[in-house]
């Protein structure tokens, strides 16, 4: 589920790009913002930083002694995306292995159906491997399926989640 | 797997912070990054080099998954959806995934039918009829 959410945060402002104009400094704050979200990636409790939409308060600035750089206070919002438990969702299939295939989903690559969680498909080898169910029903490379979250893990050294996912339920499945 | 056994969308239990937190719709989304991103490509050479990986992956992600393109079709959506007395994330799910049916809306959001909350399947019949309405005049 994509999120829009109100976080207050730190952001310290090199010297040389601090400029009389207000409005520079806006255009710095922001900037410096993103390019944060951009190393940072995700974090556990608020998933992936896809953009700020708003600076809405900027606070006193703080002179750093050594560097001359300036730390402000603010708040912005932003959207985010996080997966949750029991959330039904659509990716795309982006690789076929032997005991299941891997989705993409909004940000995230790591989605894994695995065959249990499909026991009417069958994996069909071959030079494009695919699951097949007896109602001649495909789970191959760029089909969109519909599936439901049923856990997720957080992987703190490449900042990404993984999740694990299911069509065990109704309406779940390849898209035609 | 996740820390918080107890987080279960299906029965709405999200975190207070998330259920608080406003929820957004694919269409939604891909109306405010393209807004974006038409920004930056008016003041950047390569604006594809401005943006983030998680940018840009959720871009093509909300731009084929979006139900609805034209903004007044977005903005209808969430307003008919808002009638229902839906949770955000209710209200998103049903945005994105668009069912057809009153036992597929359930499947998709089974937190609708819990007790004490005031979906019928008539109620829901409406709701669905509504967002089809915006589809076909979109």
Not at chain 1, 76 to 89: A, P
């Amino acid at each position: 589920m994509f999120l829009k959410v109100q976080l207050p945060w730190n952001v310290v402002i090199p010297a040389e790009n601090l400029d009389a104009k207000g409005l520079m400094l806006q255009k710095a704050i922001v900037i410096r913002l993103m390019d944060e979200f951009a190393t940072k990636k995700a974090t556990k409790d608020l998933g992936y930083f896809l953009a700020v939409t708003t600076l809405d308060k900027v606070g006193e600035g703080k002179v750093r002694q050594n560097t001359g750089d300036v730390m402000f206070p603010v708040v912005f919002s932003g959207i985010t995306f996080k997966l949750y438990r029991g959330e039904i969702l659509e990716g795309v299939v982006h690789k076929v292995l032997k005991h299941g295939v891997l989705l993409r989903c909004g940000p995230v690559e790591n989605i894994y159906l695995s065959s249990l969680k499909m026991p009417d498909y069958q994996h069909m080898p071959g030079e494009n491997p695919l699951f097949l169910n007896d109602k001649s029903s495909k789970i191959e490379k760029d089909v969109v399926v519909r599936f439901i979250v049923i856990g997720t893990k957080w992987l703190e050294a490449d900042r990404e989640f993984q999740a694990l996912v299911s069509l065990d339920g109704d309406y779940l499945g390849p898209i035609a | 797997m996740s820390g918080e056994e107890e987080e279960n969308a299906a029965e709405l239990k999200i975190g207070d912070e998330f259920l608080k937190a406003k929820c957004l719709m694919n269409c939604e989304v891909s109306l405010i990054l393209e807004h974006k991103y038409e920004q930056l490509r008016q003041t950047s050479e390569d604006p594809m080099n401005q943006v983030s990986q998680v940018f840009e992956k959720s871009l093509q992600y909300v731009k084929r998954f979006s139900r609805y393109k034209n903004p007044d079709a977005v903005r209808q959506v969430r307003e008919i959806l808002s009638r229902y007395q839906l949770a955000e994330f209710e209200l998103c799910v049903l945005g994105n995934l668009c069912p057809e049916t009153v036992e597929e809306a359930i499947a998709m959001v089974p937190s609708i039918k819990t007790k004490g909350r005031a979906h019928d399947d008539e109620a829901i019949e409406k709701m669905l009829n509504d967002l089809s309405l915006i589809k076909r005049f979109e």
